[in-house]
């Protein structure tokens, strides 16, 4: 996955088909965004942000109005050859001057690369294992997250997600492998309540030892392939981004929660973009959706409480 937060600036630049990225219009007011609320941003570590503060959204104009970075990896902590963290301290302040010193966006926030209960080391099928290893894992990005002088944006994500990538391509949601970091699969199911108590644990960790809020990046079809359409899908009094739908296209950057070329912001486990608690929205970049910049998110900072 690759967070970035986007935000609706007022003079959105244009790109014309056929035309370089880089070759934008002129960013103008960058203290305002349209519709009120709405940021531009980035996550992880390929968009590049220039110039001098205060900074503007590169490639879209307008603010640029924060940046969201992995603050830790299941597997990275676990010490898994090869894993990593997609984050940028340049980007991170860069979000955080914009918005400590002109109050423009929500300046720095973090996400979790959260691992099911199928890369658990103590992993024993029940609900009560599960829910312990969410928690650990909220321990361990609050722990990281103070070591990085702490976050602007008051919501702490759950990348919940099926990356295929080693060492588990599902990340241990429906699968139990035989080590965390083996990508040997012993089992090939995994109960959704088991799996929705591994959520749960991270939550309830998170909202009983900080002041954050919980939040939790899927998309509709990565939801309901980990926790299916029952009780463990719903999920109506938290925070949601969505990485779905996504175009290529930087032209069609969205106006609010709708594309310009048409298409609206679905989110999952019985929310809709109307809902308060509809809060981001990768609508760029994720996944196979490249547009030669990095991922780009639409954030309605509004509906924060």
């Known amino acids: 996955m690759a967070l970035v937060l986007a935000i609706g600036g007022v003079a959105t630049a244009t790109v014309t088909a056929g035309a370089s990225i880089a070759a934008t219009t002129a960013v103008m007011r960058l203290d305002h965004d349209n519709p009120a609320g709405f940021w531009w941003g980035t996550d992880s ?5 220039p110039g001098r503060a205060p900074y503007s959204m590169p490639h879209l ?13 299941w597997a990275y902590w676990l010490g898994c050859k090869g ?7 340049a980007y991170a302040a860069q979000a955080r001057i914009n918005y400590t010193r002109y109050h423009w966006g929500v300046g720095y926030g973090a996400y979790w690369f959260m691992g099911g209960p199928g890369v658990d080391p103590h992993y024993n099928g029940t609900a009560a294992e599960a829910a312990r290893w969410g928690a650990s894992q909220a321990a361990r990005a609050l722990q990281d997250i103070a070591n990085g002088r702490g ?11 099926l990356p295929g990538i080693k060492p588990a391509k599902d990340n241990g949601w429906n699968s139990v492998y035989t080590s965390p970091c083996s990508g040997k699969a012993r089992q090939r199911f995994v109960p959704a309540a088991v799996d929705r108590a591994d959520f749960n644990g991270f939550a309830d960790y998170i909202t009983k030892h900080s002041h954050y809020k919980v939040g939790v990046y899927c998309s509709p079809a990565a939801w309901t392939w980990i926790f299916g359409t ?5 999920i109506t009094n938290t925070y949601e981004w969505t990485y779905g739908p996504q175009t290529a296209h930087l032209r069609s950057a969205p106006h609010g929660w709708c ?17 308060r608690y509809a809060l981001m929205w990768q609508w760029s970049g994720g996944g196979k959706v490249g547009n030669g910049l990095g991922d780009l998110d639409q954030i309605d900072s509004a509906r924060l409480r």
Do not use: Q
């Not at 104009?61 to 830790?72: D, L, N, S």
């Not at 976050?151 to 997600?161: C, G, Q, T, Y």
């Not at 029952?230 to 719903?234: L, N, P, V």
């Open 45 to 49: 570590s390929p968009v590049e942000v």
């Open 61 to 73: 104009g307008g603010a640029y109005g924060g940046y969201i970075g992995m603050t830790g990896n």
């Open 230 to 234: 029952g009780i463990a899908s719903r």
């Open 151 to 161: 976050i602007n944006f008051r919501v702490v994500w759950a990348d919940i997600e």
């Open 259 to 275: 594309l310009k070329s048409g298409g609206c912001a679905h989110f999952f486990g019985g929310l809709t973009y109307r809902s």
């Open 83 to 89: 894993s990593s963290l997609a984050y940028s301290a």
